[in-house]
Nanobody
Framework: QVQLVESGGGSVQAGDSLRLSCVVH????????MGWIRQAPGKEREVVAA????????YYSTSAKGRFTISRDNAKNTVYLQMSSLKPEDTGVYYC???????????????????WGQGTQVTVSA
């Protein structure tokens, strides 16, 4: 059984940085695509960053580009989301997610992701 466990969320001020972590249990994901999805209050879930495959090809949403960095540590079966210059509009629950088949065609599409963590809350105050 695959389990994704996020951590690292919290309450910060605008301009601060946070690093989210997602540990994958039950599956070696060295070559797996992974994504970080945000659900802001009152809004639909949005993919903010993704590793499309083990080669390191990345995807970032327009809002995340230049401020967020997704990375992985295969030895720890962990994927990270480094967020800097945080804004109040970055507030939301952040989920990590992975596709069953290991790769994704369109990183921005939520239906590409089959396994989801429980989410970690990020709150950014002005």
């Amino acid at each position: 059984q695959v389990q994704l466990v996020e951590s690292g969320g919290g309450s910060v001020q605008a301009g601060d940085s946070l690093r989210l972590s997602c540990v994958v249990h039950g599956r070696t994901f060295a070559s797996n695509a992974m994504g970080w999805i945000r659900q802001a209050p009152g809004k639909e879930r949005e993919v903010v960053a993704a590793l499309t495959f083990s080669s390191g090809t990345t995807y970032y949403s327009t809002s995340a580009k230049g401020r967020f960095t997704i990375s992985r540590d295969n030895a720890k079966n962990t994927v990270y989301l480094q967020m800097s210059s945080l804004k109040p509009e970055d507030t939301g629950v952040y989920y990590c997610a992975a596709p069953f088949r290991g790769f994704i065609y369109n990183a921005s599409e939520l239906h590409e992701y089959d396994y989801w963590g429980q989410g970690t809350q990020v709150t950014v105050s002005a």
